[in-house]
């Protein structure tokens, strides 16, 4: 693959390992295995099997008739919030789990921010019967109530990171140092395609399933499995890699990422990394981060919590330096609308990440035979409050 990983781990100036030498055993252990593992037929028959019994695969696309009128070309929605769990995430959670059973590993960790990461990572270990426990700041526990009470439901251990801003860089450090801790019976399940070498590569691998089945039905639809545009929202960017990898080498496709603006690239409160990020060392890989003139890194903010991630993954980093893709952001305000409108055209109420990806809709400028496809990423059932509190119903 022209855009992929190379042999070193690095897309162009971006990716590599920068982890402490402590870690070396368990990444090194992961990057020898991988590939030889995901690629194994039993386990290719496994991780399927269950994407389509558990998970609900393959996720429609969905021609979606009013928006099509309303944008003037035909957009499809790539329904990511049918999956079980009621996000992208589980694709990634369950070929991890599969990855470390075969790797032996009795104990899963994780972080998590919003908390959709930590609960597919829960559900998964429940499936499997392996002992769970996920790393979650204080804030973000009160802010995601709901989801700390799933996570416990389905019997993970929830663990408060109590230092610096408490939120989730905080739970990613408290993660590392318990698999410094446990090196030998404990995976680290990443939720995207972030953090050191071969991470950024297999997460993509697990999520690639989103564009392998676009283009199947995009076939049935319109006779063509490549659209004119592909979009999607950008957190860390692994439902946006998921959406592309099936389509990088296809030039003509245009890939949309949508990064989130919060109060406005400009305001202070943003979580635009494209646009006020240099490149740098984030979570053991060198990317583009938001930080200060000496290296640390900058709090991110945006209404959405799965978007509020202070860098990208390498590959994003690398897609927007050689522009094979377009970054661009969308404010909170922006989004909260695209989000009532999708409601009330389409009948589906996204998830405020997903509903990023949708506002930017209104920016494009489209010919009438245009094929758009969108990465609808989760649903919104996690959001009402947010949306109730800000529309005043
Ligand atoms: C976590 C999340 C995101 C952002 O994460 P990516 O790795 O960028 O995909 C987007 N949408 C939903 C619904 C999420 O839960």
Request: proline share 4%; aromatic share 8%.
């Amino acid at each position: 693959m022209k855009y992929g990983v190379n042999g070193q781990g690095y897309y162009g100036d971006f990716g590599g390992a920068y982890i402490p030498e402590m870690l070396y055993p368990n990444v090194e252990e992961l990057r020898q295995q991988y590939l030889t593992i995901i690629n194994d037929d039993e386990f290719k028959a496994e991780f399927n099997q269950l994407l389509k019994d558990y998970v609900g695969r393959p996720s429609p696309l969905y021609h979606a008739k009013r928006y099509s009128e309303k944008y003037g070309a035909n957009i499809f929605l790539k329904r990511e919030d049918l999956n079980h769990t009621g996000s992208h995430k589980i694709n990634n959670a369950i070929g991890q789990i599969l990855l470390a059973k075969r790797l032996g590993k009795k104990r899963i960790i994780a972080e998590t921010g919003a908390g959709q990461h930590g609960v597919a990572t829960a559900t998964v270990c429940a499936l499997m019967g392996i002992e769970c426990v996920v790393y979650m700041g204080e804030v973000d526990m009160e802010r995601q109530a709901p989801n700390v009470s799933r996570m416990k439901m389905l019997g993970a251990k929830v663990v408060p990171a109590t230092s610096g801003s408490k939120t989730l860089k905080d739970a990613t450090n408290e993660a590392l140092r318990d698999w410094i801790g446990n090196p030998v019976d404990t995976h680290y399940i990443i939720g995207s395609v972030v953090g050191p070498y071969p991470y950024p590569d297999m997460v993509a691998r697990f999520q690639s399933i989103i564009s392998e089945e676009t283009k199947k039905q995009l076939l049935e639809h319109t006779g063509n499995e490549l659209p004119q545009y592909v979009m999607a929202c950008v957190g860390g960017g692994s439902n946006a890699m998921g959406m592309f990898y099936h389509f990088l080498d296809d030039e003509s496709v245009k890939l949309v990422a949508v990064e989130a603006a919060g109060k406005g690239v400009d305001s202070g409160h943003s979580a635009a990394t494209t646009f006020l990020g240099r490149e740098g060392v984030l979570h053991g890989s060198r990317t583009i981060l938001m930080q200060t003139d000496d290296g640390q890194v900058v709090e991110p903010y945006s209404i959405s919590a799965g978007l509020d991630y202070p860098g990208i993954g390498p590959q994003h980093a690398h897609l927007f330096k050689i522009n094979r893709a377009q970054y661009v952001s969308v404010t909170d305000d922006e989004a909260l609308q695209a989000g009532l409108l999708c409601s009330q055209m389409e009948g589906i109420i996204p998830a405020i990440e997903s509903a990023h990806a949708i506002a930017y809709l209104e920016k494009m400028k489209f010919k009438p035979n245009d094929n758009v496809v969108i990465c609808l990423s989760g649903r919104g059932d996690k959001d009402l409050d947010t949306y109730i509190k800000y529309f005043g119903y």
